[in-house]
């Protein structure tokens, strides 16, 4: 009889394409990995990985079974579903994925009102990169995740995924308190076609939306330096540093020495929860998707 942690295991080595990825994602390490691995070729009578480079790759009889451990797994999580919503309450453990602002904008309230509504319900928060949580939800390793596009850049999402919407986040320019348009009641992106920005780090979803954003207002962009988080792209602002984006959502006092000004045509990140499709029945997963919501209710009434 073959194990099911044990294909779980197979499973995550073929999602992650490596024993180290999979130990990262079951949460184990990779000596255990191993190990159930080693297990698991005896039940089969047959070899599932071999030696490749610096790592491993799946033999055939490797593939095989991992796709059928794919299929099995898919049908156990199914089953637990089924057995959660039958139940009819929101219980067990869930792992939760956020990008920065979202974690510190809506979590603390999420997390609170879960406590209190549903004490059976063990909720983990991971603040992490939008691209890694998308990743890790959609291998499985991660019930639901926040994450975010923007009104003019939508974010991919694979179709097995359920997305429900949380809030629209309307997003300022931060300028010096010393800068020209610092008084402005509004201003359009054209007004900082001279200014230097501060923008996210080459690669990430928001770089990618700030220079497309510019260059669709005829604007090149004049990247000064770049910054992950918020709070330290408007340390650089109130230094005299240059101007950047100031998405309200989780953004908290603003230094001094910065002023924040609306956009005349509005700007907004589009915040949405995302968990895999044949999770969808478990009343855990609604009980979390309707507190972000209410959450970003209150957010959006105060705003």
């Not at 992490?128 to 959609?138: C, G, H, I, P």
């Not at 010096?176 to 080459?202: G, Q, Y």
């Amino acid at each position: 009889m073959l194990n099911l942690e044990r294909l779980r295991t197979l499973n995550a080595v073929a999602r992650h394409g490596s024993v180290s990825g999979a130990a990262d994602g079951l949460h184990v390490t990779t000596s255990a990995v191993s190990q159930q691995l080693s297990k698991l070729e005896r039940e089969a009578g047959q070899q599932l990985l071999v030696k490749s480079g610096r790592g491993v790759r799946l033999t055939d009889a490797g593939r095989l079974l991992a796709e059928h451990a794919s299929r099995i797994l898919s049908q156990v999580e199914l089953a637990q579903a089924d057995l959660e919503a039958q139940r009819g309450h929101a219980v067990g453990r869930l792992s939760l994925g956020a990008f920065p602002t979202a974690a510190r904008g809506l979590f603390p309230a999420v997390l609170t009102a879960l406590r209190a509504e549903h004490p059976q319900l063990r909720a983990r928060l991971v603040e992490m990169d939008q691209d890694e949580a998308l990743s890790r939800v959609v291998r499985g390793d991660m019930d639901l995740a926040v994450v975010l596009d923007w009104y003019n850049k939508p974010l991919p999402v694979p179709e097995d995924l359920i997305r429900t919407p949380i809030l629209d986040d309307p997003v300022d320019v931060a300028v010096p308190v010393d800068h020209p348009l610092a008084d402005r009641a509004e201003v359009a992106l054209e007004d900082f076609a001279e200014d230097e920005w501060i923008s996210w780090p080459k690669g990430e979803f928001c770089h990618d939306w700030l220079l497309s954003t510019l260059r669709g207002k005829g604007v090149e962009p004049r990247i000064a330096h770049m910054a992950e988080e918020h709070p330290t792209q408007l340390a650089l602002v109130a230094a005299g540093l240059g101007i950047a984006v100031a998405p309200r959502l989780g953004r908290g006092p603003v230094p001094e020495g910065v002023r924040v000004v609306p956009v005349r045509h509005t700007m907004c990140r589009h915040v949405f929860a995302i968990w895999r499709a044949d999770a969808d029945r478990r009343p855990s997963i609604r009980a979390v998707a309707e507190a972000l919501q209410a959450a970003g209710a209150g957010i959006h009434a105060a705003q």
